[in-house]
């Protein structure tokens, strides 16, 4: 059997589990459940425990589907098309899955009142942020994933220096979004989530605007 088959097995078992422990519970979860989720992480949508099942499908189709963007970006991507199957995207691929996963398990848990999703949810998206910005200075030009911007995509320096950035900032800003999602209050957790994103996103865009700039 081919690694790459191997892999994508493993990857439908991994977006399975959650459905596998919601049958489980199933039975345990009040009849009411919380179905959507405000900016403050607080529920503000209630419905029958029925629809829990939609989310949870839901989700871990979308975790297959990027997974298979990911892992053949080369075949639909023209940056990308002759320079093969790449490790970083299949890296990516395989942390988006388990994100996605464990995010499945977090909603679960707390429809069950195991867990409280405030207390859980800016962690997990901290540490996917840290994972995203370990692998950002690997990724190679293409039109799908990365800082796409008209003058990155333009010049491989400059999407390269560019990712640098973007990937010692994303690595950062993850970790300090973890510690605070475990450290402040939810009402302080979100703005601060916030404002990390919005420094993430907004410097290297500048960085690399000023790059391209001098080059001109």
Request: net charge positive.
């Amino acid at each position: 059997m081919k690694k790459k088959t191997v892999y994508l097995l493993l990857v439908i078992l991994l977006a399975l589990t959650p459905i596998a422990y919601l049958a489980l519970v199933y039975d345990s979860l009040p009849q009411q459940v919380a179905l959507h989720y405000g900016t403050d992480m607080k529920p503000d949508r209630y419905g029958d425990k029925e629809e829990l099942w939609l989310v949870t499908i839901l989700l871990a189709a979308v975790s297959v589907v990027v997974y298979g963007l990911l892992t053949n970006i080369q075949r639909f991507d023209p940056k990308r098309k002759t320079s093969g199957g790449s490790t970083t995207f299949n890296k990516l691929a395989f942390g988006l899955v388990v994100f996605m996963a464990a995010l499945n398990f977090v909603i679960i848990a707390s429809s069950r009142g195991d867990i409280d999703l405030q207390r859980v949810m800016f962690p997990l998206m901290g540490l996917m942020f840290a994972f995203i910005g370990n692998y950002m200075n690997h990724i190679k030009p293409n039109y799908f994933a990365g800082i796409r911007l008209p003058w990155t995509l333009n010049s491989d320096e400059n999407w390269r220096r560019t990712h640098q950035l973007a990937g010692k900032l994303w690595f950062a800003g993850g970790v300090l979004i973890a510690i605070a999602g475990l450290v402040l209050s939810s009402s302080l957790a979100f703005p601060f989530f916030i404002g990390s994103l919005v420094i993430m996103v907004l410097i290297p865009v500048i960085y690399s605007y000023r790059l391209f700039k001098q080059q001109v």
